[in-house]
């Protein structure tokens, strides 16, 4: 079962990051040269970059692994807004009967653009889908906006 344990930002002071001096390849001989190198002075607001709303942004730290054919892996980070509109195919956090859950979100709307059906998707065939109807107990809490891996613990 997964799940979703939230944070709040404590700062929103800038963190200010330099950006590498030499070309970055993640290809071949052919890949393109970073795009840090064409402003090599300025730093980048690592914070501004991410947060677009301190106030209705939140981290959270996803457990499980029913997004893991997408990539997203347990005890991945995300960044979550609140107040802005889920587009189809998003990754949303939702409360489904009382708990937490980050899934795709695949409506199907009719011809006027009136809801038709909702399903809020896994990305493991271990794990069902969730299937929203009236008498679920559904709360769209917000997008997720950003995900992130720690690569290498130190």
């Known amino acids: 079962m997964e799940t979703l344990e939230l944070f709040i930002l404590e700062s ?7 950006p590498v001096r030499e070309k970055l390849l993640a290809g071949g001989y052919t890949a393109f040269p970073s795009a840090a190198l064409d402003f090599p002075d300025e ?39 609140k107040g802005i509109e889920a587009r ?3 990754l949303v956090a939702a409360i489904i009967e009382g708990q937490f859950f980050i899934k795709r979100f695949r409506p199907k709307y009719k011809e ?6 909702l399903k809020l998707e ?9 299937d929203i109807t009236d008498q679920t107990e ?17």
């Open 88 to 90: 189809p195919n998003d």
């Open 112 to 117: 006027n653009n009136v809801l038709r059906e």
């Open 43 to 81: 730093g980048i607001d690592f914070l501004k970059l991410l947060v677009k709303d301190p106030v209705t942004t939140f981290p959270g730290r996803i457990s499980g692994d029913s997004l893991k054919d997408i990539g997203i892996l347990n005890e991945d980070w995300c960044l979550i807004q």
């Open 122 to 130: 896994s990305a493991n065939i271990e794990y069902s889908d969730f």
């Open 138 to 154: 559904f709360m769209l809490w917000g997008v997720v906006t950003w995900t992130f891996r720690n690569w290498r613990k130190l």
């Open 12 to 18: 929103v002071d800038p963190i200010i990051l330099q």
